[in-house]
């Protein structure tokens, strides 16, 4: 199984502060994720001024009050995002952000950042998602809120924009429930595989539900991205921080899902080199139930057994019954091929 490629969801759960978004990037890399990531926007170019909040914006931001109200005072400038950049830069780790608007891909571009990802509030989006393909670089697409002919529609007008390159960039679709937190009565983790095969595409998932087991679940069903939103405290106020991991699911998190990686493997049924040892002492061969002389043809009763596995094998039982032995075989000791001096099979 290759990496799975982990993606820390900052979002807005920097509040609108810069010294609050590089503790983040420190949470997102020292739980050993490979980007952490945020959103751009310009709240003028995104939403009127009188659009709703979502119910669960209302419920975890105690106020009802508009989207481009809570949304100005999220916005990071220019200045802000070149220097999350370049902190990511020297923590190490994958700086990504969520562009919601054209000005922001350009902005976003010019940083140097090299995999977009689109949300899924913007699969309809036509000159957003053309905006974004027309910088060529790796696409990452998510697809809450969507049926299977939206998402092939999206994914078209992505390799419409990138007809005639050589070297096509990547597309990763992510399975998605746009809902904060998701359930998981509702998150319907075989439509991600079906997602993939459909199209053709690496995909994953974008977890909103509680925890973690979904996100582990998703890699053992061969997610190749995992998303997931995480917070410096669920304590803290803003729409997103309730559905979030706190640093040290989030480091629990990272570990699950490389543990998960090991333990795929290349699907070919076998011991491993650690089992050869348990398997000397855990599996049984057959044992002299009494002492058997040097001669003495073998009876039923003179047989049993017994661990360990050091002589003939159980299978051949009925094969050593009416042998001859060729030395005196002692009582609870394995009875091995050189014992016998004819049998009725093959004996190993």
């Known amino acids: 199984m290759k990496k799975v ?25 020292a739980a050993g994720c490979d980007a952490v990531k945020f959103q751009t926007f310009i709240a003028e170019k995104i939403t009127s001024r009188d659009a709703p909040r979502a119910s669960y914006q209302k419920k975890n931001t105690g106020s009802s009050g508009s989207q481009y109200e809570m949304l100005k005072k999220l916005e990071l400038s220019e200045k ?44 309809t989006n036509k000159p957003l998602i053309e905006r974004i393909a027309s910088e060529r670089r790796p696409v990452i697409l998510s697809t809450g809120m969507s049926y299977m002919g939206e998402v092939e529609k999206a994914v078209g007008w992505i390799r419409s924009a ?35 095969g459909k199209l053709g595409l690496p995909f994953g998932l974008s977890d909103h539900t509680p925890g973690i087991e ?21 304590k803290m106020k803003g729409p997103d921080h309730k559905a979030s991991l706190e640093p040290d699911e989030l480091s629990a998190l ?28 855990a599996r049984k061969g057959i044992t002299a139930a009494r002492d058997i002389a040097k001669g003495a043809v073998i009876r039923e009763q003179d047989l049993c057994v017994k661990r360990p596995a ?10 050593v019954i009416g042998s001859r032995a060729r030395t005196r ?6 009875v091995r091929s050189a014992h016998i001096m004819r049998s009725r099979g093959t004996i190993r």
Request: aromatic share 6%.
């Open 214 to 234: 979904a996100s582990v679940a998703a890699c053992a069903l061969g997610a190749s991205v995992i998303e997931k939103h995480f917070t410096l405290s669920r």
């Open 254 to 281: 990272v570990k699950a899902v490389r543990n998960i990686e090991m333990a795929m493997g290349d699907g070919v049924k076998r011991p491993t080199a650690a089992e050869q040892a348990t398997k000397r002492v």
């Open 329 to 334: 075989i002692k009582k609870d000791s394995a």
């Open 162 to 196: 990138w007809k005639g390159l050589k070297n096509k960039p990547r597309i990763t679709v992510l399975h998605c429930v746009s809902d904060y937190p998701a359930s998981f009565a509702g998150l319907n983790l075989p439509a991600m595989v079906a997602l993939g």
């Open 80 to 123: 802000e995002h070149k220097a999350l950049y370049a902190y990511c830069r020297r923590k190490g780790i994958i700086f990504m952000s969520t562009p919601f608007d054209e000005e922001s891909v350009g902005m976003l571009s010019g940083l140097g950042m090299g995999i977009f990802k689109i949300a899924s509030g913007e699969i």
């Open 310 to 319: 050091a002589g003939i094998a159980p299978e051949h039982l009925r094969n």
């Open 5 to 29: 490629f982990i993606i820390a969801e900052a979002g807005v759960n920097h509040n609108g502060s810069l010294a609050a978004a590089k503790k983040l990037i420190d949470a997102a890399a």
